[in-house]
């Protein structure tokens, strides 16, 4: 989420940024979605495939400190998934 922010305020004061890469929504965050550690969702909202510029101070973003503190207690153990052909050999994505 920070380095989204970040990346967005970067991406608005350099002339040859047109797309910026982001894993909102994808299936291995449900649960623990990069907005889920926003107070305010809105600031990185996408609509038409478009999300603006966070406007607040900073990165224009704040932190949920709670779900955050929440979060660490449970940590975690992402692993890259690990996808098989038919045959047993390993694919990659």
Request: proline share 3%; charged share 20%.
């Amino acid at each position: 989420m920070l380095t989204l922010a970040a990346s967005l305020q970067l991406d608005a004061v350099s002339h040859n940024a047109f797309i910026q890469e982001q894993s909102m929504g994808i299936h291995y965050n449900q649960g623990n979605d990069v907005l889920d550690y926003l107070v305010d969702k809105s600031a990185l909202a996408i609509e038409d495939g478009f999300c603006a510029i966070p406007q607040g101070p900073g990165l224009g973003v704040e932190i949920n400190e709670e779900f955050v503190e929440e979060r660490a207690k449970v940590g975690h153990r992402w692993r890259n998934p690990v996808w098989t052909h038919e045959d047993g050999s390993i694919a990659e994505w």
